[in-house]
């Protein structure tokens, strides 16, 4: 068992979709950093929807990771990474589930070369990110 742990991630830990590893703040920390880099990069008006789209997601991931990265996990899968959101920050399975949604939109992008990206999905999936960079640094404590 993590000694800084969650019991729901520790479960995650017993069968295999987590590993538990000692906090490492530095490490959420940069992550932190790069999620509020990405999600500037989204927000830039020159690059396409789909460099915005993808900087977003990048953002909202960066972001979730730091959290799962402060409670001492780590995962190999990025969807696990959003799903733990519910544990890490108390994020109700609706918001955490936009940032699913977007990552399943990033698999078909990066497998299937497919993306269709809204400006107003855009808009969304960064105010979320930002929601998510703000209660990350409320749980990192910067």
């Known amino acids: 068992m993590n000694p800084v742990g969650l019991p729901a991630l520790d479960n995650l830990v017993r069968i295999g979709q987590l590993k538990a590893e000692p906090r490492n703040e530095s490490e959420s ?6 999620a509020r880099t990405h999600l500037a990069d989204a927000r830039t008006a020159g690059p396409s929807t789909t460099g915005r789209f993808l900087s977003a997601y990048s953002a909202g991931h ?31 399975a609706p918001r955490w589930r936009v940032l699913d949604l977007a990552h399943q939109k990033r698999n078909r992008a990066e497998y299937e070369g497919f993306l ?21 640094t409320k749980l990192i404590g910067r």
């Open 29 to 34: 920390r940069r992550m932190l950093a790069m």
């Open 62 to 92: 960066a972001a979730a990771l730091s959290a799962l990265r402060w409670h001492g996990y780590r995962s190999e899968n990025r969807y696990t990474v959003f799903q733990c959101l519910a544990h890490t920050v108390n994020w109700p």
């Open 116 to 136: 269709e990206a809204e400006e107003s999905a855009i808009t969304e999936l960064c105010a979320l990110v930002e929601e998510l960079i703000a209660d990350s």
